[in-house]
């Protein structure tokens, strides 16, 4: 009887997380997804070939990061009033997760010039910092993937980008090369030079 007890205690736990889980996942679905996908793809309807002034200028006001920031701060941070504390980060986290991997697909279908790949950088640093001030949870790791896109369009060669590769990086070889080719002023004969010396 007390094993038969245990077993249904731990049934009863198990389904509670679930329960948990879909709840959490409906909340960011409905709450959250909603109003920051429309803002993030806001990413994919503006250049990243820029010219000095216009690099200069995003650089002092950027109003797609103003926007991300403002969607996060109006509709993520309010949370942490109405939810437990572990449910709010949760919710955090998997908000983080989604923005990360739509904004990924998003930038693998620009176009970029060094400058637009600098000001992707600064964004992502910016996100970082801001994200990291609202949650507990590690954001950093969240961002890896995309920090390594933003180093590769950053360049200022591509001869660089055998020295920024390491077996550990977050992306593969095949992601490495869809993303060099994003680059307007790299050619593909140097491109897959490059990508068979990694």
């Known amino acids: 009887a007390v094993v038969s007890t245990q077993s249904t205690g731990r049934d009863v736990q198990s389904d509670f997380r679930e329960v948990l889980r879909k709840g959490e ?3 960011c679905k409905m709450a ?35 926007e ?12 942490e009033s109405l939810l437990h504390s572990e449910i709010y980060h949760s919710v955090v986290a998997t908000s983080i997760s989604e923005m990360t991997e739509y904004l990924e697909k998003l930038v693998m279908t620009c176009s970029f010039g060094q400058l637009g790949g600098l000001l992707l950088d600064k964004r992502l640093r910016t996100l970082v910092s801001y994200l990291s001030s ?3 949870w590690s954001v ?5 993937r995309l920090n390594m896109i933003a180093m590769l369009l950053s360049v200022d060669g591509i001869i660089e980008i055998p020295d920024l590769y390491s077996s550990t990086a977050p ?4 992601d490495i090369r869809k993303c060099l080719k994003l680059r307007t002023d790299f050619r593909r004969e140097d491109i897959e030079k490059v990508v068979k010396e990694l």
């Open 25 to 27: 996942m409906n909340l």
């Open 32 to 66: 959250v997804y909603s109003k920051m996908h429309p803002v993030i793809a806001e990413v994919a309807s503006i250049s990243h070939v820029l010219s000095e002034d216009t690099f200069y200028s995003l650089e002092l006001e950027d109003p797609w990061l103003h």
């Open 68 to 79: 991300v920031v403002k969607m996060f701060g109006e509709v993520v941070v309010p949370l």
């Open 134 to 136: 609202i949650t507990e």
């Open 140 to 144: 950093r790791e969240k961002f890896a």
């Open 171 to 174: 992306l593969s070889i095949q």
